[in-house]
Nanobody, 125 residues
Framework: QVQLVESGGGLVQVGGSLRLSCVVSGRAFSLLAMGWFRQGPGKEREFVAAISRLGASTLYTDSVKGRFTISRDNAKNSVNLQMNSLKPEDTAVYYC??????????????????WGQGTQVTVSA
């Protein structure tokens, strides 16, 4: 059984930073492409960032480019999302997701088979 556990969320002021982490168990981590999604208040869940199995390829949604960085540590079975220059519109529940099917990162939610429970990020003005 694959488990994904996120951590690192919290309350931060505008312009601040947070680092989210997701630890994966139950599957060979290096065989999983990983992604981060988020769901803001009253909004649908949306793609944020993704990384390929070995970390060579990354994707970002336009609104976070230059502010967020996705990375992974295959030795620690973890994927991270460094979030800088946070804005109120970044307020959301952030979800970690795993795609065991392909090596390259994907932006489509349906491609991810496994999901974490989410961690709340709140950016206050």
């Amino acid at each position: 059984q694959v488990q994904l556990v996120e951590s690192g969320g919290g309350l931060v002021q505008v312009g601040g930073s947070l680092r989210l982490s997701c630890v994966v168990s139950g599957r060979a981590f290096s065989l999983l492409a990983m992604g981060w999604f988020r769901q803001g208040p009253g909004k649908e869940r949306e793609f944020v960032a993704a990384i390929s199995r070995l970390g060579a390829s990354t994707l970002y949604t336009d609104s976070v480019k230059g502010r967020f960085t996705i990375s992974r540590d295959n030795a620690k079975n973890s994927v991270n999302l460094q979030m800088n220059s946070l804005k109120p519109e970044d307020t959301a529940v952030y979800y970690c997701a795993a795609d065991p099917n392909v090596a390259v990162p994907a932006i489509t939610e349906a491609k991810y088979d496994f999901w974490g429970q989410g961690t709340q990020v709140t950016v206050s003005a």
